[in-house]
């Protein structure tokens, strides 16, 4: 099976701009979980998806968003970017089987 | 209390010793526990998976749960240098609501 994929990979942005990242899991895997990860902060929890809901959210403000589409691929978004949303954003799908998580390369954000 | 607690490290060990990764969770009813590896600038790649109380033999790594004490950890027999990295230690609570410790990182002398 192809494993977790995420696009782009590196994105470079100007404060006060907006983005739109992407994720589709592996197939047959219906659970998207979103992290963001900082070297001040570790591995932060931003949402999960499954069948096309938001089942779980982790405490971020409201500019950071999601869903998900009827064939699992999810998409994040950030409006109105800050210097400090520059991070390491990882999607995770899950084997439900056994609750394991399974990451994707990440993509890199740069805030300017 | 943090959800899931691991020492930041670092920690160091010689080539070919034991090294020792600990973790503590709060959640008491967490039923399934996870150790990833992340090399610097890589995503996390599972290690380990493990549900039951007691030791979990996979190559040289064992992974051990105690849930009364609410205590996992993984061992590495045999460290070697491609094994420096940091390693998060995972607790799904429930319905996939998984929380990560802030890692430990790992430095395996030659």
């Known amino acids: 099976k192809a494993g977790v994929t995420q696009t782009p990979r590196y994105l470079i942005k100007t404060r006060g701009q907006q983005v739109t990242l992407s994720c589709s899991p592996i197939s047959g895997h219906r659970s998207v979980s979103w992290y963001q990860q900082t070297p001040g902060q570790g591995l932060q929890f931003l949402f999960e998806y499954f069948s096309e809901t938001q089942r779980n959210k982790g405490n971020f403000p409201g500019r950071f968003s999601g869903r998900q589409f009827s064939n699992s691929r999810s998409e994040m978004n950030v409006s109105t970017l800050e210097l400090g949303d520059s991070a390491l954003y990882l999607c995770?799908?899950?084997?439900?089987?056994?609750?394991?998580?399974?990451f994707g390369p990440g993509t890199r954000l740069t805030v300017l | 209390q943090k959800e899931v607690e691991q020492n930041s490290g670092p920690l160091s060990v010689p080539e070919g010793a034991i090294a020792s990764l600990n973790c503590t969770y709060s959640?008491?009813?967490?039923?399934?526990f996870f150790w990833y590896r992340q090399y610097s600038g890589k995503s996390p790649e599972l290690i380990m998976s493990?549900?039951?109380?007691g030791d979990k033999e996979d190559g040289r790594f064992t992974a051990q749960l105690n849930k009364a004490s609410q205590y996992v950890s993984l061992l590495i027999r045999d460290s070697q240098p491609s094994d420096s990295a940091t390693y998060l230690c995972a607790v799904n609570r429930n319905n996939n609501d998984m929380r990560f410790g802030a890692g430990t990182r790992l430095t395996v002398k030659p």
């Open positions: 995770a799908s899950t084997d439900r089987g056994t609750d394991t998580q399974y």
């Open positions: 493990i549900y039951s109380n």
């Open positions: 959640d008491r009813g967490s039923q399934s």
